[in-house]
């Protein structure tokens, strides 16, 4: 359901739903306690509540930050991989023009269906948490055969001979890296810190009495939306190539590339 509504829903849809609910949620919460504890509006407690929902929300700034930081350089790393990748595979498309009109033909097609495979097959599935797909293992197996198949004769065909087999490795080593994060998520610690944590500091904003109703919803629901805009680029960061700030395959479709299109 997360995912779906990640590649479903656009990006400003998507932060009412998220951060609206949440807020919602939250009014709706501090409503019912101040019912149920009519004594909370008097703020007797108000100066410890003050300190410990300082303490709290330092804490929890300093982890949310960590977290939201690390995520964010993930997601710039992933982009690294996909160009990489991308730039290997143009690259072994480049080093075939100098191989016999056969061998260049062959290298073609294998590249041309490898780039298909990743941007059509494989792309989607990650986009659904799913990772590597048989078609893409086949189309690079395809292209290590057209190389296989190749025995360079003249010195130049050589060099670009082993520069092409050297960009395949580099493709198999970062369609790995990428496959790798497509399955990453936060560990579950962690995950149970971050949403734990917005539920403590939202109980806690409760606590804090203020006699004027508007006010005590005014101030429950600024924590609650702060809260959950941290908590949605927590969820969007976490999938890479889920939601509007995925990773694009636009790098398989351009430079050298652009011709397999």
Known sequence: MELWLL????????AVLGVGGFVLLALAGSVLAARRFPALADGEHNEMVGVVL?????IYGIILAFVIVNLWTELQDTGRVVSTEATAVSQIARDARAFPPATREAVYAAVHGYVHAVVEDQWPLMRAGKGDSAVTTRALDGMYGALADYQPETPSEQAFYAQALDSLNDVAAQRRARIAVSHGQLPTLLQVL???GAVVITLTAFLYGIRSRRMRLLFVGSV???VGFSLLLVIVLDRPFSGYMSVSPQPFKDSALARFW
Not at 7 to 14: D, E, F, K, M, Q
Not at 54 to 58: D, I, L, S, V, Y
């Open 54 to 58: 300082g303490m709290f929300g330092a």
């Open 224 to 226: 609650a939306a702060l």
């Open 7 to 14: 590649n479903h829903t656009p990006a400003a849809p998507l």
């Open 194 to 196: 971050i949403f734990g």
